[in-house]
T-cell receptor
Framework: KQEVTQIPAALSVPEGENLVLNCSFT??????LQWFRQDPGKGLTSLLL?????REQTSGRLNASLDKSSGRSTLYIAASQPGDSATYLC?????????????????FGQGTTLQVKP | KAGVTQTPRYLIKTRGQQVTLSCSPI?????VSWYQQTPGQGLQFLFE???????NKGNFPGRFSGRQFSNSRSEMNVSTLELGDSALYLC????????????FGPGTRLTVT
């Protein structure tokens, strides 16, 4: 059974610091991994998606890496800003080679709540 | 392009009642998934629909059901509401092919009293 863990559960850093959020999963058979951001009481905003064949993806100040063999992904945030304060969730999509039409599902970690202090 | 929309945004219901939530996916997206988010359990997958067919189902009781219409809009129904059904219900859509990247709506906050 696939399980996704995110450490730490909460993180507080001063503005301008570079930081790394960690995500680990127990089964390396994944289709892709997606990082999301969630502001309090709101929906999820997709940040980065890494296909199982890729090693990393970058968008602006964000860089996500994937090491499927070790079951790990990291989200690197450069030069953090107060506006980055939110909960960050990683999710893995289970494989989709089920002949019955099962297209897999996203399994989420519990998230890391980030606070960036001015 | 408009994002995923969900209605209503907030709901208060009483135990034993039933509720229907609605989701309109991004134009052109044929797959709609539903998730339940609670402080204790986090985000849990409910089900996914593609071209009006349920393609996958999570581990929820039969009180939770859904359907998808020919225009890809989806509804989720919860019957005989329990206090534990209080949660943020999120809908997500994707094209149904390609990268499988999912886009989420703002959610419906359901409170059961």
């Amino acid at each position: 059974k696939q399980e996704v863990t995110q450490i730490p559960a909460a993180l507080s850093v001063p503005e301008g610091e570079n930081l790394v959020l960690n995500c680990s999963f127990t089964d390396s058979a994944i289709y892709n991994l997606q990082w999301f951001r969630q502001d309090p009481g709101k929906g999820l905003t997709s940040l980065l998606l890494i296909q199982s064949s890729q090693r990393e993806q970058t968008s602006g100040r964000l860089n996500a890496s994937l090491d499927k063999s070790s079951g790990r992904s990291t989200l690197y945030i450069a030069a953090s800003q107060p506006g980055d304060s939110a909960t960050y969730l990683c999710a893995v999509r289970t494989p989709t080679w089920d002949p019955s039409g099962n297209t897999g599902k996203l399994i989420f970690g519990q998230g890391t709540t980030l606070q960036v202090k001015p | 392009k408009a994002g995923v929309t969900q209605t209503p945004r907030y709901l208060i219901k009483t135990r034993g009642q039933q509720v229907t939530l609605s989701c309109s996916p991004i134009s052109g997206h044929r797959s709609v998934s539903w998730y339940q988010q609670t402080p204790g359990q986090g985000l849990q997958f409910l089900f996914e629909y593609f071209s009006e067919t349920q393609r996958n189902k999570g581990n929820f009781p039969g009180r939770f059901s859904g359907r998808q219409f020919s225009n890809s809009r989806s509804e989720m129904n919860v019957s005989t509401l329990e206090l534990g059904d209080s949660a943020l219900y999120l809908c997500a859509s994707r094209t149904g092919t390609g990268s499988y990247e999912q886009y989420f709506g703002p959610g419906t906050r359901l409170t059961v009293t």
